[in-house]
């Protein structure tokens, strides 16, 4: 067994933004790129065939959810995740850490490892390094994440030097796990994809020199690509780019790069152009479900009466199954009504600005005009006074949402 | 303004089940058909697109629903029903009477019409059979219904004869005012469709004499075709049978006949047997998102632990998109989770199998086989002692559901 599957190539790079392709047990990935939250092993209101019908290249389950229910016992029954939820392209697995660091009923941290109870049941669980590497493994996602601690914002340097120390020594264990696992040497462990990378995280909070510390202590353990953790937690955007920056130059140019849970259009673009390759974040998936919009002209709350009787689709600039097909008055009307239909339509229509928005900028970065696109994009995005879409930065949300 | 674009035409018979093809202002439909519920100008769980890769002809939409949220006016300024929805195809609006009578806060019925409190927030409102009348004419379907009035089971053979005779009353009402509103004679009346067709009811219980002088009456009117109301409202199934049997053979054999509310798959085809073109009813819809399955062996309550390591799909039989990409281990799975992707994977399922089973129907009385292919439905239905997913009629829910 081994990871000789999993290949990161960088084809196109303008400035410090670059274009590549992650090649994975499961398929090829454009990079950059936006991965879709699919919690529960399905992105909410959507079926799969939605999905790929936006171009999604790419899956995140959550690890502790499915741990939970149905359990990775019964996915890796089931042949894995891949298997048990019907979906052939690659998959990303959290390490289950973030969800019980923020939605666990209550946990406790200790050297070894994280108890908590479930949220579901209030049963009692314990999440080490090398039993979330094992989980993974049972249910054979694409890219496994190691387990790390998760500081809330803000929080002070001696607690973040700590606990980023702590994480370091946990993705020690994690990388050693993982050799374990893939040499054949773990009991009674079912492996369901003998291709599964491991990215390992990076902590550190806002602090620039335990971010490099960390970068430096991560890399050293020989992962197959790394994820910025820690941010999107409720930090000024200018301080998450910094520190995305900061971070960054002490990664490997030819691996993947990660920021978990990122985030605004404006988060995706600017980290794109320090650097980033691979995202998530349920903004688009979530907002949609709560009638909040994203268009070309800035964001659209749906609840509101103004669109009553609107005829215009969402976005005129959209070439989505909702916008070429459904007004503004009818999806508030679904709204309203409390529809199931709507959460669909508008999920279809927040994934395929996501997901378009990428592809227009890897368009731009392969063509060598990404900083015009970036340029114009913001703009865009920040309409003038007296036109119709408005938009604050507060209001879209800009701290990492949970699940 | 005529509806002369309206047609009907029997192009085979198969004892008395009959083929046929309906035209409306918005296209054809093959009859028998069923007609899924979009009660809200949406049926739940599903994007249109959905519905059309279904093969779904036409689609009924709740009058009461639609005008008290977002109003028929509203609808009116928006082009109709169709363009307000998106929906492009054939729609047949029921009256309201039905909703008004089940759903309603508080109603109170005397000659003229009835009085009611929404169910929204207790707003009090009228309806008579010209308003009923209008607020159709305004949305724009292709087939409107007329008002009646709908009594529970069992009920006094007075209390229905009397009810019966306003029903008839009514209907004459009905009658004229579509005539004015051909005519162009309602003030203030914007008409969505000038080729919409109008179908009577006709009431009368489980009496058979009431029944024969309802359809009597009824046809002395003069509609573009006819509904049996008031049954599959808790009635044992053969008498509902007994009296579709009954009121069929006072219908004209040139006109649509429509089976309002009904029902079980078994319904469905008993129907057709005594000769009835149109269905509609939720229980594929509601049940879908109950968990509770329709498969050709009969049926299945997805919630079962038996499902949990299943991975067989829903019917092994069945070429729809859910049982060609997901086990009902993963149905399970998202049922419990409470996604509202379970209810979609489910009501594509039920609808493609009511829609299916409608489509085999049609090519058996082509074919001349209808009585062989009624005899093997039914009987793969009634699985044998000890084969796997059991069934009874009772569990299945024969009462017309409300929407």
């Not at 996602?141 to 980023?164: G, K």
């Not at 268009?295 to 199954?321: F, H, M, V």
């Amino acid at each position: 067994m081994s990871d000789a599957v999993f290949d990161f190539t960088v084809t196109h790079t303008a400035g410090r933004s670059r274009c590549g392709v992650m090649t994975t047990a499961h398929g090829r990935v454009e990079t950059p790129a936006f991965m879709p939250v699919g919690t529960q092993g399905t992105v909410k209101a959507l079926t799969h065939r939605d999905l790929e019908s936006l171009g999604a290249q790419v899956l995140l389950c959550n690890t502790y959810h499915l741990y939970l229910r149905p359990g990775d016992d019964l996915i890796s029954r089931r042949g894995g995740v891949h298997n048990f939820i019907g979906w052939t392209k690659p998959i990303l697995t959290d390490s289950g850490g973030y969800q019980v660091f923020s939605l666990a009923a209550r946990r406790h941290i200790d050297e070894e490892g994280v108890s908590f109870r479930s949220h579901l049941d209030g049963s009692l669980h314990r999440l080490v390094p090398e039993k979330a590497t094992d989980i993974q493994a049972r249910l054979g996602s694409d890219i496994a994440m190691v387990l790390d601690e998760c500081l809330a914002y803000p929080a002070e340097r001696d607690s973040v030097r700590t606990s980023m120390a702590r994480t370091l020594r946990w993705a020690r264990r994690a990388r050693e796990r993982m050799q374990q696992v893939r040499a054949g040497l773990v009991p009674d462990l079912v492996v369901a994809n003998v291709g599964q990378a491991q990215f390992g995280i990076v902590q550190g909070g806002v602090f620039h020199d335990l971010r490099e510390e960390s970068a430096i202590g991560t890399v050293a353990l020989g992962f197959d690509g790394y994820a910025i953790g820690g941010l999107s937690v409720g930090e000024p955007v200018e301080v998450m780019y910094d520190t995305v920056d900061r971070t960054i130059r002490c990664l490997p140019a030819h691996q993947p790069r990660y920021l978990m849970g990122a985030g605004t259009p404006e988060d995706l673009i600017e980290a794109i152009a320090r650097g980033v390759d691979l995202f998530d974040c349920v903004l688009p998936t979530r907002n949609a479900r709560n009638g909040q919009l994203f268009t070309s002209q800035g964001r659209i709350n749906i609840k509101n009466a103004r669109y009553a009787e609107d005829d215009r689709p969402l976005d005129p600039a959209c070439e989505c199954y909702t916008c070429r097909s459904h007004s503004r008055a009818y999806l508030r009307h679904l709204f309203r009504a409390g529809e199931m239909n709507a959460a669909t339509l508008n999920t279809l229509h927040n994934l395929h600005f996501y997901l378009d928005t990428l592809r227009r900028i890897r368009e731009a970065i392969m063509g060598g005009r990404f900083e015009g696109f970036r340029q114009i994009f913001l703009r865009q995005l920040t309409p003038q006074r007296g036109t119709e879409p408005e938009r604050t930065r507060k209001s879209l949300g800009i701290t990492r949402q949970h699940f």
